[in-house]
């Protein structure tokens, strides 16, 4: 029995002593608890997240459960290696190395959180006016940059090397390119307060200070596209357009339009049932609303004719010129068959002598 108690104290002494047994202890304890970790992560917390109504807490636990187990393998690692005791050079390597692998993996997590949480947002009805998905990819792209530089940089603060020089090579490299492309910046940043504000979408038909109309087909960071009535594209750089005056025909209340039907007869003509053939006319086109409803408006006394409009809403602009025109024909046919005249103007020369023939 003694004997056997001795072996067991020399057994003992033997581990005590012996570093490369307690560094593979100390490795193999973080694997079993990185594995245990994963076990409850996969079948606890993931039932539970599971429950709520919302997908992002469920997206954080997929994408930590990587960077948690891998972090404390690495950590047993790195005990195991201060227990082995290795020259300075040897442990700053491995201690860089380690750190590194960490900087991937958690990057990698502050990637995708970060993505999701923008996401996320973006869909969120009480988001922030300037945050949504026509400008999510913006933000996306501006996160991704932060993020990759600042772990670049912290990756080499560990492998000791000296960012001074090159965060001021970084600075004058900016300002050049900066000032090089101006234009395209300028476009830029006017692209993400056009998308922010919402002066016009996807659909609306707009009309712009230089004349053309036509629908916004797509909305860049850099310009706007617009498909004229012609079916002729015209790209406008966001900073023109965010520096000029749009009239949004589909915007206001609703997307109704209305139109004017400019139409002159002659003096003496019974204005009341002028106005009354009108309505009728605009009352009995298909394509115009019933709310608001056709009216007529008495406008003026014009030079040759008592100048009328007759005033219909549409439910799209781009149905202008099509009503427009059944409308006029209307018009004109049903004045006709009623004897109203529709005068143009005339006038009338009165001569007071002829000239006499020279004798």
Not at 49 to 68: A, S, W
Not at 344 to 352: L, S, T
Request: glycine share 6%.
């Amino acid at each position: 029995m003694d004997s056997w108690q001795q072996n067991i104290k020399l057994y003992a002494s033997y581990l005590s002593d012996n570093l490369f047994i307690q560094a593979s202890a100390v490795v193999l304890s973080s694997w079993l608890l990185a594995l245990l970790i994963d076990r409850i992560i996969a079948n606890s917390i993931k039932q539970f997240v599971k429950r709520t109504r919302t997908q992002f807490d469920d997206h954080i636990i997929e994408y930590i459960h990587r960077p948690l187990v891998v972090s404390l393998v690495l950590l047993g690692l790195a005990s195991a290696t201060l227990l082995l005791e290795p020259q300075q050079q040897v442990r700053d390597l491995v201690f860089s190395v380690f750190y590194t692998i960490a900087m991937l993996i958690w990057t990698q997590f502050l990637l995708r959180l970060t993505l999701a949480t923008l996401r996320s947002y973006a869909q969120n009805p009480n988001r922030v006016p300037v945050l949504h998905p026509k400008t999510l990819p913006l933000f996306e792209n501006i996160a991704f940059l932060l993020i990759i530089s600042f772990a670049i940089y912290f990756i080499f603060v560990s492998w000791d090397v000296d960012m001074t020089a090159w965060l001021a090579s970084a600075g004058i490299i900016g300002i050049a390119v900066g000032f090089a492309a101006k234009d395209t910046l300028a476009n830029l940043f006017s692209g993400v307060f056009i998308m922010a504000d919402a002066p016009y979408k996807i659909g609306d038909f707009v009309v712009l200070d230089s004349g053309e109309r036509g629908e916004i087909t797509r909305i860049g960071i850099r310009s706007t596209r617009m498909l004229t009535r012609d079916d002729v594209e015209v790209t406008v750089p966001n900073a023109v357009m965010g520096n000029t005056k749009i009239i949004n025909e589909s915007g206001g209340r609703h997307e109704k339009y209305r139109i004017r039907v400019q139409v002159g007869v002659a003096y003496g003509s019974d204005i009341d049932r002028v106005k009354q053939l009108l309505t009728q006319i605009g009352v009995a086109e298909p394509s115009t609303c019933e709310d608001p409803e056709p009216r007529v408006r008495f406008r003026r006394f014009g030079p040759s004719a008592l100048e009328l409009e007759l005033l219909c809403w549409i439910h799209q602009p781009v149905l202008r010129g099509r009503i427009l025109d059944r409308l006029n024909s209307a018009v004109y046919k049903a004045f006709n068959e009623q004897g109203i005249e529709i005068p143009y103007a005339k006038y009338d020369v009165f001569i007071k002598s002829m000239p006499t023939k020279p004798e």
